[in-house]
């Protein structure tokens, strides 16, 4: 069994309350991500970003509201927070 599976196994086993928390936690992370991509300029680069950072963040709420199928609101949520802290990462050490 790949890790991934072993993740999705667990996540399945709480769902609900993963999902509350996974909501709160993307929205906080996704909101901080925004922060650090605006406080480096207005550019078209930084709109750019912005618009996959707050896309993923509404795609994966959207999912969690909508109910939709355990392993799209996993893989949403993996998106999100691997994309969005790939963007902290790159705006806090590289473009700042």
Known sequence: M???QKY???YARGYIGFNTIAVLFQS???SIA?????QNGTSLPQFIQLFF???LCMAFNAAVLSQQKLKI?????IASVGINGLF???NTLFIG
Request: proline content about 0%; some cysteine; hydrophobic content about 70%.
């Open 34 to 38: 925004a922060m650090v991509i605006l």
């Open 88 to 90: 902290l990462i790159l």
């Open 73 to 77: 609101v996993f893989n949403l949520l």
């Open 2 to 4: 790949s890790t991934y």
């Open 28 to 30: 906080c992370w996704g």
């Open 8 to 10: 999705l196994a667990g």
């Open 53 to 55: 950072t707050v896309i």
